[in-house]
């Protein structure tokens, strides 16, 4: 008890120094802090009538504080530090399989080919029950997670259900190297292209390598794709966008509050090459390392970026050790690309206090900039590709289906009604499909909820428990809501089936399969080939 004790003051700490921010220099000020948390909780633990967990408590006192700062200053326990070192690595001793937990049901989300999960013959869908018998339901998620991974070589019992059935499995965890290329090939004889999805350690090695192999193919354009990719190590992406510009050239500059924390980081090597005609595929999920990828190269004149506006993340963050294995990573500078301009979207620290809303810096003023050849750019707001490709603005419903697991969950019901697909190269939906899904929707809504639908549920709720009888005029409403729900999926049809295509795909010939059927279908990268195959046009952007 007394070493938890210990921990708590250590780890209250950094509590009062954030709730302490303004005061900057006032050690008192900070010292006072800790020593209020720290009367309070021993009052707690002597004399609150029920046991408290101090472990607990004070977690979620410091996820409270840090959660009014912004998304990526985080305090990590001594499992989430493990996560996160696995995530900037790239390597860990696991099964092979990406899980996600929902209702205190584990459920294998994404199956690695080649790996453990996939030759013992577990599928994506399976709700997995037991591990070395014991009965997962109801435990939490950090210690279901940690008792998959463990010493390469050693083996371990799973017990799934799938389709109502139990089944039984033995699985040999081996060394899981996560490639952040996941695909790469020649598109035709002349266009290369490369998709990465994470600048972990790995990244910029297997980036070179992917270059240097389609190079030996005869590649003379290239299109490098980071839709969907959230980021990750700085010194990475250096080493990327140093592969297309020359020694010495500056990348990105951070400013922060401590002088020895800013740095204008610049290239170090002899580049591969820095004639090649590029194209930069980017999206709204596109943040941070990706977006100074994009931003450098756009600044430079060195590549066209081509697809939707950017996430907007201008914020770098630094991992600071802690007492007993724990860490906090926190928000530590912003990073400007070689233009001068700060691509952060959400101005956190004018955040409204009553309502919460954190404003844009994209609503408000933006700046301009020029590139090396005079080409204006602005900041705020994410990088704005230099070709914008238009979809329609997603309906509330079309988010709402996009970020829940109704399309999961209807993938499933699809793999197990068509044992076999054509090839990943030639598998594409039609308007017969997407009725399907909206029937499937029809009767399993409770998978997409919206906003509205679940405020009402309340209202109801709260009008039965007046003794008020109204079941006719809300099953009408309900109904009617519904209605006016799947209705409103038709407006973005095109990328509804495009997200379903990826998932069908994914399940019979994994993340590979994805990309075999995007260099052939997607209308982004299909543009992309356009421009590249116009010299003139591609340097009259650029120009």
């Not at 290369?192 to 600048?199: A, E, L, P, Q, V």
């Not at 090396?372 to 509330?396: F, H, L, S």
């Amino acid at each position: 008890m007394k070493k938890t004790k210990n921990k708590i003051i250590a780890i209250s700490l950094i509590v009062a120094v954030t709730i302490s921010f303004s005061y900057k220099s006032d050690f008192f000020e900070i010292a006072k802090q800790i020593e209020i948390y720290t009367t309070l909780f021993k009052e707690l633990n002597l004399y609150y009538i029920d046991e408290v967990n101090p472990a607990e408590v004070t977690e979620k006192a410091i996820n409270e504080v840090l959660k009014n700062l912004d998304p990526y200053t985080r305090f990590y326990d001594e499992q989430g530090v493990e996560d996160a070192k696995i995530r900037h690595e790239g390597q860990y001793g696991g099964v092979g399989a990406s899980i996600v937990y929902r209702e205190g049901n584990l459920i294998i989300r994404e199956i690695y080919k080649g790996y453990p999960a996939h030759n013992a013959g577990l599928l994506v869908g399976d709700k997995i029950l037991k591990i070395d018998n014991a009965i997962l339901k109801d435990q939490s998620e950090e210690i279901t997670r940690a008792m998959l991974k463990g010493v390469p070589n050693s083996i371990i019992k799973v017990q799934v259900e799938r389709q109502n059935k139990k089944i039984d499995f033995n699985v040999t965890r081996e060394t899981i190297e996560i490639n952040p290329v996941p695909f790469y090939g020649m598109i035709d004889e002349e266009i290369g292209y490369i998709s990465f999805i994470k600048f972990n350690k790995k990244a910029s090695k297997e980036v070179k390598e992917a270059f240097l192999d389609l190079k030996s193919q005869g590649m003379k354009q290239l299109i490098i794709d980071v839709r969907h990719n959230p980021g990750g190590l700085l010194n990475e992406v250096i080493k990327i966008v140093n592969f297309f510009i020359p020694k010495n050239k500056v990348v990105v500059t951070t400013r922060s509050k401590l002088d020895k924390w800013s740095n204008t980081l610049k290239t170090r090597n002899e580049p591969l090459d820095t004639e090649i005609p590029i194209a930069i595929l980017i999206d709204n999920r596109s943040a941070s390392a990706s977006e100074i990828l994009a931003g450098a190269l756009q600044d430079y004149d060195r590549a066209v970026i081509i697809g939707e506006r950017s996430f907007g993340k201008g914020l770098v963050q630094r991992s600071r050790k802690l007492s007993y294995g724990t860490q906090l990573k926190l928000t530590i500078s912003k990073y400007y690309t070689p233009s001068g301009r700060c691509i952060q979207e959400l101005d956190y620290t004018n955040r409204d206090p009553k309502t919460g809303i954190v404003p844009k810096f994209s609503d408000g003023k933006v700046n301009a900039f020029k590139t090396e050849k005079g080409r204006t750019v602005y900041d705020g707001g994410g990088v704005a590709p230099d070709i914008k490709i238009e979809k329609p603005m997603q309906t509330a419903a079309t988010k709402r289906l996009l970020t829940s697991d109704a399309l999961f969950n209807y993938v499933t019901s699809y793999y197990y009604k068509n044992p076999k697909i054509s090839t990943a190269e030639d598998f594409i939906l039609n308007e017969n499909e997407f009725k399907s899904l909206k029937e499937y929707l029809k009767n399993n809504s409770k998978n997409y909820e919206l906003s509205s639908e679940k405020a009402l549920k309340k209202i109801i709720e709260t009008i039965e428990k007046d003794d008020l009888n109204i079941k006719l005029q809300y099953d009408s409403l309900s109904n009617q809501i519904q209605l006016e729900k799947l209705s409103s999926l038709d407006k973005n049809k095109d990328e509804i089936l495009d997200q379903l295509t990826t998932k069908i795909v994914n399940r019979y010939y994994f993340k590979e399969g994805e990309y075999q059927q995007k260099i052939k279908f997607d209308k982004v990268i299909k543009e992309s080939v356009k421009i590249l195959k116009n010299e003139k046009g591609y340097m009259s952007i650029l120009n």
